[in-house]
T-cell receptor, first 112, second 114 residues
Framework: KAGVTQTPRYLIKTRGQQVTLSCSPISGHRSVSWYQQTPGQGLQFLFEYFSETQRNKGNFPGRFSGRQFSNSRSEMNVSTLELGDSALYLC???????????FGQGTRLTVV | QQQVKQSPQSLIVQKGGISIINCAYENTAFDYFPWYQQFPGKGPALLIAIRPDVSEKKEGRFTISFNKSAKQFSLHIMDSQPGDSATYFCAASQGGGSNYKLTFGKGTLLTVNP
């Protein structure tokens, strides 16, 4: 079974631009969560989608948004990028029956 | 508000020794406590997890000890190996299988010297 796939692996963007990151969950998994990882703040929860509906949301500004498609693939979007948005963005998938969440390798976003 | 506190920040252990990482939580509604292992350039990988209805869970060289009254849990790595050198994160969530919001500790960088 293929794992969680995140694309692209690396991105460099300029302040003020917007960016879209993609996550393909493990086949059969309907829950996709997004996390931001930085050296200072660690791993912080952004939001979680289940069957195309956002079920949970973390404490991030409205510039961070996401969506999930009918095939469970998910995208997250960050608008008006700031230098502080530079981070590793991780996606995790779960099947909705068990509790285990499995992470992808992440997308490394650098804002310059 | 840091709901899961992890210590130590870094740990150096000799090969064959025992590595111990501790976490404390505040939210008594948490009912699932996983540990993740992360290597540089990789995403976190689920190592072992426990629910509050048991006090200990062992999988190979890895053991979680859980103290519900103290709201603390810890990871013990027996016979630590250089390949165990990684960052370890404790986490907690509530709601069982219907809630995948994980609250993470800040992480412990483990170095196992050969």
């Amino acid at each position: 079974k293929a794992g969680v796939t995140q694309t692209p692996r690396y991105l460099i963007k300029t302040r003020g631009q917007q960016v879209t990151l993609s996550c393909s969950p493990i086949s059969g998994h309907r829950s996709v969560s997004w996390y931001q990882q930085t050296p200072g703040q660690g791993l912080q929860f952004l939001f979680e989608y289940f069957s195309e509906t956002q079920r949970n949301k973390g404490n991030f500004p409205g510039r961070f948004s996401g969506r999930q498609f009918s095939n469970s693939r998910s995208e997250m979007n960050v608008s008006t990028l700031e230098l502080g948005d530079s981070a590793l963005y991780l996606c995790a998938s779960a099947d909705g029956r068990n509790t285990e969440a499995f992470f992808g390798q992440g997308t490394r976003l650098t804002v310059v | 508000q840091q709901q899961v506190k992890q210590s130590p920040q870094s740990l150096i252990v000799q090969k064959g020794g025992i590595s111990i990482i501790n976490c404390a939580y505040e939210n008594t509604a948490f009912d699932y406590f996983p540990w993740y292992q992360q290597f540089p350039g990789k995403g976190p990988a689920l190592l072992i997890a426990i629910r509050p209805d048991v006090s200990e869970k062992k999988e190979g060289r890895f053991t979680i000890s859980f103290n519900k009254s103290a709201k603390q849990f810890s990871l013990h790595i027996m016979d630590s190996q250089p390949g165990d050198s990684a960052t370890y994160f404790c986490a907690a969530s509530q709601g069982g299988g219907s809630n995948y919001k994980l609250t993470f500790g800040k992480g412990t960088l483990l170095t196992v010297n050969p």
